[in-house]
């Protein structure tokens, strides 16, 4: 079959860096001949990215794949294949479990991904590509972004040498290998001169940027460069790692009008003995200091995190501490993970396991509490006015416009109702807050 009549179709899974990978993916096919499509029902060949992170992340992604595994019988698919962090941990069990899969492609290879199609032609063998995950994306290559033509992730740097004792991530991904300056900036300016107003910069931990590279590069130089970029508005600040954030840094998110007071700095515990267990740099002193400073230097930032319950030898001590220190940081935005035993983790060979019913237990506590902390930080937005980039139409109704406001970050921190004023998609627009909920705002558009 022609390849301009043959079309593709992705589904990716798990986070934002993921999807940058699965759009460097369909830019290497575009660019090859192969139309892109988003219904996978009119799909050739339908590629799933996943994510092997936890427990919850494998089930998603073996579900998802069996489910479209049924398009081989009742669709026009001809080849099914599964890329990224699933294969690459799991490529002997899955080819033996999945044989309706055609194809396996690890996180160094699926840059390969329209050679290895075009080797797939000519014979019914399973095939599989899981090499050393050591690619780091280059300029050369195409990438589609797939999100609103207003807004792309930015992917900064590949892997992590963090070795937190629960993450399977440097296995995955490798070590931290940070891009050239010269080509994240390259990079910003073609998706900034393609419509592009917001950058969301993302990697396994942004604040170790430049550390491996031989010139001097740190997130404060790029984000000072990228600030000077016309046409870009917002430049957003993902997964921070606490003890890389500088005084710099944070004078740069204060005094640069182009980012946005928002900073999310997953800290996992607060606790020192579960701190200590994680492999964590920073300890509770120094992550209270962090909010107290970032709060004093910047009163109206919005900070968001994330943390792990049940992690093993967590006390009830320990996890009181938590719950205390969640309704004391008062954070804008909090995600809660249950602790997921991963193999091949330090963390897996740990004694004093927690309970799945006690990490259930914990995470509802949590979940309820900064429900209360959420409330609390919206309805004090009220009678204030937001910077917001309208997004389209509601899913209630045609009746209202939705956005995001510069404290929201895309898909995981809520959104805003417009309930008066008119705008285009793609627009940023000044926004009185009216009224407010545990997670979303409500405004009208002001002059």
């Known amino acids: 079959m022609e390849k301009s009549t043959q079309k593709v179709s992705m589904v990716s899974l798990g986070c934002p860096k993921n999807l940058v990978d699965a759009e460097v993916m369909l830019g290497c096919l575009s660019k090859d001949g192969y139309e892109i499509t988003t219904d996978e029902r009119e799909a050739d060949i339908i ?3 996943t994510c092997s992170f936890i427990k919850e992340a494998k089930q998603e992604s073996i579900d998802t794949i069996l489910d479209l595994a049924d398009r081989k019988h009742d669709a026009r698919c001809r080849l099914l294949i599964v890329a990224g962090c699933l294969p690459q941990r799991y490529q002997e069990e899955l080819a033996r479990e999945l044989p309706e899969v055609d194809i396996f492609i690890g996180t160094g290879d699926y840059p390969r991904i329209a050679e290895i199609v075009a080797e797939k032609e000519g014979t019914d063998e399973q095939l599989r590509y ?5 690619f780091i994306f280059d300029e050369e290559l195409i990438r589609l972004n797939s999100s609103p033509s207003y807004t792309a992730y930015l992917k900064i740097a590949e892997g992590c040498s963090n070795c937190c004792s629960y993450c399977v991530i440097p296995s995955l991904r490798g070590s931290l290998r940070s891009r050239p ?3 994240v900036l390259d990079e910003a300016k073609r998706l900034v001169a393609g419509g592009v107003k917001e950058l969301n910069l993302i990697a396994q931990d ?5 550390r491996d590279l031989p010139d001097g590069a740190s997130l404060e130089r790029l ?3 990228l600030a000077a970029l016309e046409g870009l508005q917002w430049i957003r600040l993902l997964y921070a790692y606490p003890d890389g954030i500088t005084d710099g840094l944070i004078r740069l998110i204060r005094d640069e009008p182009k980012v946005c007071n928002y900073l999310d700095i997953p800290i996992q515990h607060i606790s020192d003995p579960v701190l200590k267990r994680m492999n964590r740099r920073s300890g509770e002193q120094q992550i209270r200091d962090l909010v107290v400073r970032l709060r004093a230097e910047i009163p109206d930032i919005a900070l968001r995190t994330s943390l792990i319950v049940g992690f093993p030898g967590e006390t ?3 996890f009181k501490k938590l719950a205390q220190f969640v309704e004391e940081a008062q954070f804008d935005r909090l995600g809660v993970f249950c602790y997921s035993k991963e193999e091949g983790t330090p963390a897996a060979e740990m004694a004093d396991q ?3 019913r006690i990490k259930r237990e914990r995470y509802k506590k949590l979940m309820r509490a900064q429900a209360r902390v959420s409330f609390r930080r919206n309805r004090q937005l009220v009678d204030t006015v937001e910077r917001v980039i309208v997004e389209g139409y509601s899913e209630e109704t045609e009746l209202l416009l939705k956005g995001r406001s510069s404290r929201q970050a895309p898909d995981i921190d809520g959104q805003v109702y417009i309930t008066a004023g008119n705008a285009n998609i793609g627009d940023i627009v000044s926004l009185r807050i009216t009224d407010s909920s545990d997670y979303d705002l409500i405004g009208e558009i002001v002059e």
């Open 223 to 225: 984000v000072t460069e």
């Open 130 to 134: 899981i090499g050393d995950p050591n």
């Open 354 to 356: 927690v309970s799945e």
């Open 206 to 210: 942004i604040t170790a940027y430049g």
């Open 316 to 318: 009830d001590e320990d």
């Open 47 to 49: 590629i799933v990215n």
């Open 181 to 183: 300056l010269d080509r």
